[in-house]
């Protein structure tokens, strides 16, 4: 489908995920100049009074980027809510989104049909993430615009199904905006999230090792050193299933080969579950896709490398076929 304004006007189609912690104004700021979607959660801004002020920050530097490059506008940004029972604060901050009209909502753990109406009675955009194709029913069901699966190897809470079959499933019968996450690092992993059917693709633990980032350097760097086969998934940490480095759960004392099963029900975004040490904080998150991660740079260095492999990756397979365009494969095969 063509996708809405402001979102045709993008470098690449890429959204930058919201990552606990690591995502704030600079790094949003940096990821929309550059060209993609830059995202953060909304708990990110504590004390709750502070999310006014990081959007004030971002709308008045996305204008003034926008007044000063007219030829090379900034991407829109995007807020994650957290909808879980267990976010008390989720209806403030909702209002706060609406003050500054916030253009792309992502909502996660939970569908909730008051949400996705508010956001579209500003004029805005919702996408929810969804780890299997009831879910994502669900989420189309209730009122949102669009879809985020998270397939296998996404950093932080993720899924398990390949993206081949969540793909495929969720095209089947929905046709709107859809962004794909799980281990995009590279510019031909966004093509191909673009051949299973997404609009764009979705990444996060890529940014991690921004200068833009509000990570420790010992985080950065072990997602420069990392590589799939160092990932943990678990849900020891939060009370959910994800992704974490396996370096950072060895340096917080415990063995990741034998962690045990936390319960679900008491799911604690701030705590480490039954140990002492800190998800996001202590644990760190991370994706299956580091390995193609090589260094440390600015926001705009990462998008200038993804987007040199995004094309070299589309010429590639333009030659591999034989044919000029996409749109002449998909006419060939019919």
Known sequence: MPLPAPFDRMRLPLIGSPLFIVSGPELVIAQCKAGIVGSFPAL??????????WLHQITEELAKHNRENPDHPAAPYAVNQIVHRS????????ATCEKWQVPLVITSLGARTEIFDAV???GGITMHDVINNR?????????????????????????????????????????GLV???????????I???QAMGADFAYAGSAFIATEEANADQGYKNGIVDGSAEGIVYSNLFTGVHGNYLRSSIENAGLDPDNLPESDPSKMNFGSGGNTKAKAWKDIWGSGQGIGAVKSVGTVEDMVARLER????????????SGFKSWQAMAQAAE
């Open 87 to 94: 976010n008390d604060r989720v209806m403030q901050d909702m």
């Open 309 to 320: 492999e995004y094309h070299a990756a589309k010429a590639a397979m333009m030659d591999r």
């Open 120 to 122: 579209r009675n500003w």
């Open 44 to 53: 990110n801004a504590r004390p709750q009074s502070l999310l006014d002020e």
């Open 179 to 189: 962004a794909l996450s799980g281990s995009i690092a590279h510019g031909q992993s």
């Open 191 to 193: 093509l191909a999230a």
């Open 135 to 175: 879910f994502a029913n669900k989420a189309i069901e209730k009122g949102a615009d669009g879809l985020i699966p998270v397939a296998a190897g996404a950093g932080g809470h993720a899924g398990t199904l390949s993206p081949f079959a969540l793909m495929q499933e969720i095209r089947e019968w929905f046709d």
